[in-house]
């Protein structure tokens, strides 16, 4: 118990919060975390969108064009 006592006079009222990733940008390491989640899944769809049109456009398109023209 008196580390935490230690600790908490040293840090004075910055005991209790959470660590800044810079000293200068406002954002917390798990606001970081939760920011990087966040674009890793919007990534992944993005993949996934992409994959879907390239699908369509290669072989769904084709396949109209074709029995369009008959």
């Known amino acids: 118990m008196g580390e935490s006592k230690r600790r908490k006079a040293a840090l004075g009222e910055k005991y209790g919060q959470e660590e800044k990733i810079v000293s200068w940008l406002p954002f917390t390491n798990k606001q970081a975390e939760e920011a990087y989640k966040i674009t890793t ?15 369509t456009i290669w072989f769904i398109g084709p396949a109209f064009g074709w029995w369009m023209v008959q």
């Open 41 to 55: 899944k919007g990534a992944w769809v993005g993949i996934g969108v992409l994959a879907a049109i390239w699908f």
